[in-house]
């Protein structure tokens, strides 16, 4: 699945390699919020929904009107309360429909505007944590063109952990291999400039990491080497002159045009 939806999102989001980060993580919230929108009005009672919310209406309004009467403001408030807990079981529903798609989208997205490439003389970190944490009698890295070893390996015992430093000698995609117990396994680095998919990390077989590290396919179950992690620095999205990560000016932008479309779409949340 991980691979069918990989090469989805590189065909969907081609047309935003061009563009400004900002723009294509508007372009993609705007998309969100109508997918969002349609889904919660599909999925939800808009007219219990709605019902709700007007009581809830009525009962801070009813705090307002008799503000000096005590018993009236209990009683609105625990009808606030009762009706909150109402609205709160009639949204559940969709917004469970919605929590894996999200989900998915949010970690496609991560390894395309969350790490910068890397660039020609940068230096980096080749991480390999190694199956039963035991050093193996043959371990070594292979940079491989493009990439050269900059300092020996150095073994983390107390991790099982095996650190080589490299640096980068000509911008393209590359490939780095580790070389443990007579298999080798390799690993992506990115150092090109723009939007472009990079992920820090091969996964283990597991199945939780492979939905947290979606883009690169697993190592085998049997691998002397667990994980392999490379250090890729941040990319930081400016907004309105602020630089913030990526997922922060999503959510912005996907509150702001689900708050503005929610009424032309005629959807109750």
């Known amino acids: 699945m991980n691979r069918w939806l990989t ?53 801070v309004y009813e705090i307002r009107l008799f503000r000096d009467d005590a018993r009236a403001i209990v009683r609105a408030q625990l009808d606030i309360l009762k ?19 999200f989900f998915l989208l949010v970690a496609q997205l991560q390894f395309r505007y ?15 944590q190694l199956a039963g944490n035991r050093l193996p009698e043959a371990l070594s890295l292979d940079p491989g063109p493009g990439i050269a070893q900059d300092a020996p390996l150095l073994w983390i015992p107390t991790t099982g952990e095996a650190n080589w430093r490299i640096v980068v000698t000509e911008p393209g995609s ?35 990491e492979q939905l947290v590290y ?31 990560h990526w997922l922060v000016a999503f959510l912005i932008f996907t509150f702001g045009f689900t708050l503005i479309l929610r009424k032309p779409m005629k959807v109750t949340i």
């Not at 065909?11 to 919020?33: E, F």
């Not at 969350?114 to 390999?128: C, F, R, S």
């Open 7 to 59: 090469g989805a999102f590189d065909l969907l989001l081609l047309p935003l390699r061009g563009l400004p980060p900002v723009v294509g993580i508007a372009i993609l919230s705007l998309g969100t919020s109508v997918g969002m929108l349609l889904v919660f009005k599909a999925t939800s009672n808009q007219d219990r929904l709605a019902r709700a919310k007007q009581l809830l209406h009525a009962g």
């Open 83 to 101: 009706q909150s807990l109402r609205y709160f079981g009639l949204s559940l529903p969709p917004l469970l429909w919605m929590l894996i798609p």
């Open 114 to 128: 969350a790490y910068a490439g890397l660039e020609p003389g940068q230096q980096t970190i080749v991480k390999a």
């Open 174 to 208: 590359h490939a780095v291999r580790v070389e443990a117990g007579g298999q080798a396994y390799e690993k992506g680095i990115d150092a090109t400039g723009g939007i472009a998919r990079r992920s820090p990390v091969r996964p283990s077989a597991s199945l939780l």
């Open 214 to 244: 979606p883009v690169e396919e697993p190592l085998p179950g049997a691998a002397a080497v667990r994980r392999i992690t490379v250090e890729y620095p941040e990319f930081r999205v400016s907004l309105l002159g602020w630089e913030m």
